[in-house]
DNA sequence: TCGATTTGACCGTG
DNA sequence: CACGGTCAAATCGA
C-alpha cells in the first residue's frame, strides 16, 4: 500500500495539450489576476451550480480552521475551458448545524455544456425572499462533522456565479432590507467581509 | 478498465 | 521562508 513519488523538478512538461503547457508558463498570481474573480450568493437549496468540475487539489489552510478545495471545469481537457473554483468551508453557523462555503469562481466558461444551464440563468432577482422564523432558519442538520464531508459541493448551498456587479449590490439592498424586517435580532447576523445569520444557511458577499 | 478523487510534493510569489 | 495553487501518482469506485 506503500506511495512512492518520482516526480522532479519542472515535471510540467508532460501536459500535451499546447495551450495548457503555455497556460503553465504563466504565473499563478498572474492568471488569477487576469482571470475574471467573482463572489457568489450563497443560499439553501439545489446541489449543483450547472456545471461539471473536477477536483484537483485539497489544502488546509493555515489560518482557517477548514480545509480549501480546488476545481476545474470538467471541460478544461476537450474543451481547454479554463474556469476555476475554490470551495472554502467557512465556520459552520451557530448552531452548528448548517455549513458555509466560501466560493470563489475564477475565469469564465468557454465550454459548451450540454443542455447544462448557463451560470446567470440562476434567477437571484426573482427567487423569494420571505422572512425566515426561527425555526426555518435552521438548516438540514447533517450527520457527519465537517472535517468528513468530502464533496461538499453544495450539499445545501446553492451559488449563483458570474452574478453582475448591479446584482450584487441589488443583493446586498436586499439583504440589508431582509436583515432589517428579520425576526431575529441584529445579534444574530455577522457583517464582515459577508453578511450572514448565525441560523441560516444564507450567506451573501459581493 | 477507466474516469474521478486523494494527497504529498513541487513551485512561484510576497 | 511561509503560504497558497497546481501537479501527478496512487487509489477508489462504478
Given at each position: 500500500?506503500?506511495?512512492?513519488?518520482?516526480?522532479?523538478?519542472?515535471?510540467?512538461?508532460?501536459?500535451?495539450?499546447?495551450?495548457?503547457?503555455?497556460?503553465?508558463?504563466?504565473?499563478?498570481?498572474?492568471?488569477?489576476?487576469?482571470?475574471?474573480?467573482?463572489?457568489?450568493?450563497?443560499?439553501?437549496?439545489?446541489?449543483?451550480?450547472?456545471?461539471?468540475?473536477?477536483?484537483?487539489?485539497?489544502?488546509?489552510i493555515?489560518r482557517a480552521k477548514h480545509s480549501?478545495?480546488?476545481?476545474?471545469?470538467?471541460?478544461?481537457?476537450?474543451?481547454?475551458?479554463?474556469?476555476?473554483?475554490?470551495?472554502?468551508q467557512m465556520d459552520?453557523?451557530?448552531?452548528?448545524?448548517?455549513?458555509?462555503?466560501?466560493?470563489?469562481?475564477?475565469?469564465?466558461?468557454?465550454?459548451?455544456?450540454?443542455?447544462?444551464?448557463?451560470?446567470?440563468?440562476?434567477?437571484?432577482?426573482?427567487?423569494?425572499?420571505?422572512?425566515?422564523?426561527?425555526?426555518?432558519?435552521?438548516?438540514?442538520?447533517?450527520?457527519?462533522?465537517a472535517h468528513?464531508?468530502?464533496?461538499?459541493?453544495?450539499?445545501?448551498?446553492?451559488?449563483?456565479?458570474?452574478?453582475?456587479?448591479?446584482?450584487?449590490?441589488?443583493?446586498?439592498?436586499?439583504?440589508?432590507?431582509?436583515?432589517?424586517?428579520?425576526?431575529?435580532?441584529?445579534?444574530?447576523?455577522?457583517?464582515?467581509?459577508?453578511?450572514?445569520?448565525?441560523?441560516?444557511?444564507?450567506?451573501?458577499?459581493?
Amino acid at each position: 500500500m506503500a506511495r512512492y513519488w518520482s516526480k522532479r523538478k519542472g515535471d510540467k512538461h508532460s501536459m500535451d495539450n499546447h495551450n495548457l503547457e503555455e497556460e503553465a508558463k504563466e504565473s499563478v498570481s498572474k492568471r488569477r489576476k487576469n482571470a475574471e474573480h467573482t463572489g457568489s450568493t450563497v443560499a439553501q437549496a439545489p446541489h449543483n451550480d450547472g456545471h461539471q468540475w473536477r477536483k484537483y487539489g485539497q489544502k488546509w489552510i493555515s489560518r482557517a480552521k477548514h480545509s480549501r478545495s480546488y476545481y476545474r471545469c470538467a471541460n478544461r481537457k476537450v474543451q481547454g475551458c479554463p474556469a476555476t473554483k475554490t470551495v472554502q468551508q467557512m465556520d459552520s453557523s451557530g448552531n452548528g448545524t448548517s455549513k458555509l462555503f466560501n466560493v470563489d469562481y475564477y475565469g469564465q466558461h468557454t465550454c459548451r455544456g450540454d443542455g447544462i444551464a448557463n451560470p446567470y440563468v440562476v434567477d437571484t432577482a426573482h427567487h423569494s425572499m420571505e422572512p425566515i422564523n426561527q425555526n426555518e432558519c435552521n438548516s438540514p442538520t447533517l450527520e457527519h462533522e465537517a472535517h468528513e464531508v468530502q464533496d461538499e459541493r453544495f450539499e445545501n448551498l446553492c451559488m449563483v456565479q458570474n452574478m453582475p456587479e448591479y446584482l450584487i449590490d441589488f443583493e446586498l439592498e436586499r439583504a440589508f432590507e431582509f436583515i432589517v424586517n428579520s425576526p431575529l435580532g441584529s445579534e444574530h447576523w455577522t457583517f464582515d467581509d459577508s453578511i450572514r445569520c448565525e441560523h441560516s444557511p444564507i450567506c451573501i458577499w459581493g
